[in-house]
C-alpha cells in the first residue's frame, strides 16, 4: 500500500543549527512533493513546491532536496529561529492525475533559544 | 489572509445532531476540499470538488455529506454526529499545485 513517512517524533535543536526533516514515501510515483507549515490550531501554509525532476530547490532560508530513487525528500531550514518552530508537513501529488495530494502526519520542530 | 474562511470556528455539540460547517473562499478557485485532522493521524480528505457540478468522495467520508452551493461556497454536514467526528476540520481550494487552507473548525461531539 502506499505510505508516506515523516519522523512522529519532535525535531529539538538550537537557535543557529540547520534542522533538517524527512519525508520518505513508499509505492508513489510522484510527479511533485509540496512542504506545508502548521502552526497549532491554524491551517497549512505552502512553502516549497519541487519536482520530479528537479534534484533541489531552495527559498530564503529553505532548501529541499528530492531524491526518486531513494524515495525521500530532506527539507531543510538553515539559521533556524525560534519563530521556525511549527510542524512541517510533506505531501505527495501526482502530474496530470487526480489533484489529490497525500500528506504526510508532519514532524514538529522546535527550536530553542 | 481572510481568503478562505471557515465558520464556525469553534462548535460543541451532542451526539445525534445534524451540524453543518461551512466554507467560503474570495480565490475564485474552482478545486475545494474538506479535510479532518486528528492527533498522530494527519490530514484525511472528506470529500473533494472539481467545480459547482463536481462532488467526489474522499479516503473518510462515511457519515458526511457536502454541498457546492457555487464556486465560492462548500458545505459539510454531518448528519448525526457521533463523538469519534470529534476533530480539528479544514476547508482548503486549490490553485496549479498548491492547496489554502482555511483557519479551521475544532468541532467537539459529546
Known amino acids: 500500500s502506499q505510505k508516506i513517512e515523516q519522523n512522529s517524533e519532535a525535531l529539538n535543536i538550537q537557535e543557529g543549527k540547520t534542522a533538517t526533516l524527512t519525508c520518505n514515501y513508499t509505492?508513489?510515483?510522484?510527479?511533485?512533493l509540496q512542504w506545508y507549515r502548521q502552526d497549532p490550531g491554524r491551517g497549512p501554509v505552502f512553502l516549497l513546491l519541487i519536482r520530479e525532476n528537479e534534484k533541489e530547490k531552495r527559498k530564503e532560508r529553505l532548501k529541499v532536496t528530492f531524491d526518486t530513487t531513494l524515495k525521500q525528500s530532506l527539507f531543510h531550514i538553515t539559521a533556524s529561529q525560534p519563530a521556525d518552530s511549527a510542524t512541517y508537513l510533506c505531501a505527495l501529488d501526482m502530474e496530470g492525475g487526480s489533484y489529490i495530494p497525500t500528506f504526510g502526519r508532519g514532524t514538529s520542530l522546535i527550536v530553542h533559544p | 489572509d481572510a481568503d478562505v474562511t471557515q465558520t464556525p470556528r469553534n462548535r460543541i455539540t451532542k451526539t445525534g445532531k445534524r451540524i453543518m460547517l461551512e466554507c467560503s473562499q474570495t480565490k475564485g478557485h474552482d478545486r475545494m476540499y474538506w479535510y479532518r485532522q486528528d492527533p498522530g493521524l494527519g490530514l484525511r480528505l472528506i470529500y473533494y470538488s472539481f467545480d459547482v457540478k463536481d462532488i467526489n468522495k474522499g479516503e473518510i467520508s462515511d457519515g458526511y455529506s457536502v454541498s457546492r452551493q457555487a464556486q465560492a461556497k462548500f458545505s459539510l454536514s454531518l448528519e448525526s454526529a457521533i463523538p469519534n467526528q470529534t476533530a480539528l476540520y479544514f476547508c482548503a481550494t486549490r490553485q496549479g499545485s498548491e492547496q489554502f487552507f482555511g483557519p479551521g473548525t475544532r468541532l467537539t461531539v459529546l
Open positions: 509505492n508513489y510515483s510522484p510527479a511533485y
